[in-house]
């Protein structure tokens, strides 16, 4: 990967959308070798796909971020596929130090937070969790030019 690579890939974090031709004007190639490397980037899995950034005020939903620590004998991996069970899970991270792992939500309401919320509590593996509400948000990928 050169700067030209990550030079594509900046710009299409910030819109995938983006028409190869703006691309190619932007990093000073033209469209066909632009394209072969995106398509390069897809197929080497650095570019593991494209998805819709939807509001979730728009849509009447709220984020929230649930700290984990988990039992002592617990193998972090049992996180993850209890996450991938939770279809409100929207990604989940372990990380060193205490808390053991950081798990982001998108649920209906504060209600429906706390039902979810208690079913991860239930499962056994969890010693406790700490619950932060996203109040609102900036994100680099979501400012557009």
Same mark, same amino acid.
Not at 5 to 25: C, F, G, H, K, Y
Not at 64 to 70: H, K, M, N, Q
Not at 76 to 80: L, P, S
């Given at each position: 990967?050169?700067s030209i690579?990550?030079? #594509?890939?900046?710009?299409?974090?910030?819109?995938?959308?983006?028409?190869?031709?703006? #691309?190619?004007?932007r990093? *000073?190639? %033209? *469209?066909?070798?632009?394209?072969?490397?995106?398509?390069?980037?897809?197929?080497?899995?650095?570019?593991?796909?494209?998805?819709?950034?939807v509001?979730?005020?728009?849509?009447? =939903?709220?984020d929230?971020?649930?700290?984990?620590?988990?039992t *002592?004998? +617990?193998d972090?991996? =049992?996180?993850?596929e209890?996450?991938?069970?939770?279809? =409100?899970?929207?990604?989940?991270?372990?990380?060193?130090?205490?808390?053991?792992?950081?798990v982001?939500?998108?649920?209906r309401?504060?209600d429906?937070?706390?039902?979810?919320?208690?079913?991860?509590?239930?499962?056994?593996?969890?010693? *406790?969790?700490?619950?932060?509400?996203?109040? %609102?948000?900036?994100?680099? +990928?979501?400012?557009?030019?």
């Open positions: 990967m050169d690579d990550r030079q #594509i890939l900046d710009l299409l974090r910030t819109n995938a959308r983006m028409p190869v031709s703006e #691309i190619a004007r990093v *000073g190639l %033209s *469209g066909a070798p632009v394209s072969r490397r995106i398509e390069r980037l897809e197929a080497d899995g650095v570019i593991q796909g494209y998805v819709a950034l509001s979730d005020a728009a849509v009447g =939903e709220l929230a971020f649930t700290e984990i620590r988990l *002592g004998d +617990t972090t991996r =049992e996180i993850e209890i996450a991938r069970q939770v279809p =409100e899970v929207q990604q989940y991270y372990t990380i060193a130090g205490d808390p053991d792992a950081l982001r939500f998108r649920v309401n504060v429906h937070l706390q039902q979810v919320v208690n079913a991860i509590r239930r499962t056994g593996i969890v010693a *406790g969790t700490k619950t932060l509400i996203v109040m %609102s948000t900036w994100d680099r +990928t979501r400012s557009l030019d």
